[in-house]
């Protein structure tokens, strides 16, 4: 089918429009400190040498440095590694260069209320599983990261939680659900995605289906907390990784995809020292044959609606899945009802 042909439906024209106004988005990640309290199984910050670099923490060089982005066309920042509230400063100085973007937190301090980025706080595990998976970086066995998360972010709609599962914690997700939905916050799902090199215990093995049987019951049992979609669950639990059903747009996979596409010759992802390589992607050091990675997907799916307008099943999954992904990368963007019914 045709992109018109299927505009001609109400419903999917109107969500078209709808998620058509952010196209305008072109994002690059800066890793902002090699800091961090804890060492996470499979972190992939850890996994390589962008740790072994000398932080930049002069607000006024990320100042400066920001503008030549904004000149490179940047409009939205990830500001990631390893901690980054552990460098507020640093923070502000992007906040007040580049007002789009995300930073991506273990919750464990606080953000400044000043610093109006959309807040993901990662969440590994139950009471169980989080000290298991989560290790102080004393190699000490670490905290139950979820209360100190939601008493540190009460009432701060700058937040979405962002739960990862792995090969063992599936089941965890029932506490966390609940905790996070009486406290009024909304959550939305990862998937492990081993680094390269790196053996994990928490790598999903055969564990894929089970993933998504729980996140279908999520969305189902808290619709206004869970901010998924099924396409998202389907698309993230296949055997195959992302890049395997849809190819990847990033620098480090153009190298060697035979064609590409979407953000390819923008995104760049620059280390604590503001340096960056030529062969990036949002989520370096991991393994692209078990990439289902919620900040790859976001990219890698948004760019192939040319593989989405085949069938209206799969363009209605297309137009769920950049619905969820501004829901939970813009700060106020609301998502809608899904419109996906299955293949
Ligand atoms: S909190 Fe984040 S950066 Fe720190 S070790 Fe865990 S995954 Fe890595
Ligand atoms: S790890 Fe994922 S996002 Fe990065 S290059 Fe590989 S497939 Fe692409």
Redesign the pocket.
């Known amino acids: 089918m045709s992109l018109t042909a299927l505009l001609e439906v109400p419903e999917l024209e109107a969500r078209y429009k709808k998620v058509k106004k952010f196209f305008f988005l072109r994002e690059s990640a800066y890793d902002v400190t090699s800091a ?5 199984d499979g ?1 992939y ?2 996994a390589g040498e962008r740790s072994a670099v000398r932080d930049n923490r002069d607000p006024a060089r990320w100042r400066a440095f920001l503008e030549g982005e904004k000149g490179r066309g940047i409009t939205y920042v990830n500001l990631a ?3 980054p509230a552990l460098r507020p400063e640093v923070l502000r100085a992007c906040h007040q260069t580049i007002p789009l973007g995300t930073v ?1 937190t ?1 919750g464990l301090k606080k953000i400044d209320a000043d610093i109006r980025y959309r807040i993901h706080i ?1 969440v590994w595990g139950d009471a169980t599983g989080d000290p298991k998976y ?1 290790r102080y970086a004393s190699g000490k066995e670490g905290p139950y990261c979820l209360p100190l998360q939601l008493e540190n972010y009460k009432n701060d709609d700058r937040v979405i939680f962002v739960y990862t599962f792995n090969n063992e914690n599936m089941e965890q997700v029932d506490e966390v659900l609940r905790l996070v939905h009486d406290a009024g916050h909304q959550i939305t799902f990862n998937v492990f995605s081993v680094p390269e090199r790196h053996g994990s215990m928490l790598k999903l093995k055969d564990t894929l289906a089970r993933t998504r049987e729980k996140m279908l019951e999520a969305i189902e049992r808290y619709p206004e907390t869970v901010v998924y979609s099924p396409y998202n669950a389907t698309v993230h639990t296949e055997e195959l990784s992302l890049r395997g059903q849809f190819g990847c747009p990033y620098p480090r996979a153009a190298l060697t995809e035979a064609k590409g596409f979407g953000i390819g010759k923008t995104f760049r992802n620059y280390r604590a020292d503001l340096t960056s390589d030529a062969d990036s992607c949002c989520i370096p050091h991991t393994d692209c044959a078990d990439c289902r990675h919620y900040a790859a997907g976001s990219a890698i799916v948004t760019a192939r609606l040319d593989l989405h307008t085949q069938a209206e099943s799969r363009f209605r999954g297309w137009l769920d899945y950049v619905d969820t992904y501004l829901a939970i990368w813009i700060l106020g963007y609301q998502k809608d009802k899904n419109l996906y019914r299955g293949a």
């Open positions: 961090c309290q804890l060492r996470c972190c910050y850890f590694g390893a901690e991506f273990n990662s989560r």
